[in-house]
């Protein structure tokens, strides 16, 4: 049973920052090895599809991100509190929505970047 519990989001300015985290219970990853689990991002505007943001190996070792928050946004894992955060900085008016964490296998998130496994989401708004 997954288990993936979200905070940190609010309203920000254009241009500011903002840090999401999202805690992972360990029956997330029962019966498989921590190692062949990645968690990520993904967010939601309203109308559009789901996109991903970003992603990091349970190790932190390896991230992989989203063009468009490339340089900007970074995502990192603490392993012994089983959270990841993404830290977003120099926010735009264009990248509010709903945020939302995910956990599934390295190849799931790296190569087809997605995920079955969903946290709650949490709402970002960025003011003008």
């Known amino acids: 049973q997954v288990q993936l519990v979200e905070s940190g989001g609010g309203l920000v300015q254009a241009g500011g920052s903002l840090r999401l985290s999202c805690a992972a219970s360990?029956?997330?990853?029962?019966?498989?090895?921590?190692?062949?689990?990645?968690m990520g991002w993904f967010r939601q505007a309203p109308g559009n599809e789901r996109e991903f943001v970003a992603a990091?190996?349970?190790?932190?070792?390896?991230?992989i991100y989203a063009d468009s928050v490339q340089g900007r946004f970074t995502i990192y894992m603490d392993i012994a509190k089983h959270t990841v955060y993404l830290q977003m900085d120099s926010m735009t008016p264009e990248e509010p929505g709903f945020y939302y964490c995910?956990?599934?296998?390295?190849?799931?998130?790296?190569?087809?970047?997605?995920?079955?496994?969903w946290g709650q989401g949490n709402q970002v708004t960025v003011s003008s």
């Open positions: 360990e029956r997330t990853f029962t019966g498989r090895a921590f190692s062949t689990y990645a």
């Open positions: 990091v190996t349970w190790d932190g070792g390896s991230t």
């Open positions: 995910a956990a599934d296998t390295v190849e799931t998130m790296f190569v087809y970047r997605t995920a079955y496994n």
